[in-house]
């Protein structure tokens, strides 16, 4: 899961902690779908821009 699980506890204690107790699970799946569709769309993104700039990283100057 790697750094993603920095994002995924707080997300499902921020849903779970404002939505009532009958809508648990429903707030659980919403944020496990958004986290899919940011994988699906963002890893193939980013090797798309990746690519574009000829993967070198640049210096912020």
């Keep these: 899961m790697g750094g993603r699980s920095a994002f995924l506890v707080p997300a499902l204690v921020t849903a779970t902690g404002v939505v009532?107790?009958?809508?648990?699970?429903?707030?659980?799946?919403t944020v496990a779908s958004g986290f899919t569709v940011a994988t699906l769309l963002g890893v193939p993104?980013?090797?798309?821009l990746?690519?574009?700039s000829d993967g070198a990283p640049?210096?912020?100057s």
């Design 45 to 48: 993104l980013g090797a798309l």
């Design 50 to 52: 990746g690519r574009a």
């Design 20 to 29: 009532p107790p009958d809508r648990t699970g429903t707030a659980v799946s």
């Design 58 to 60: 640049r210096s912020p």
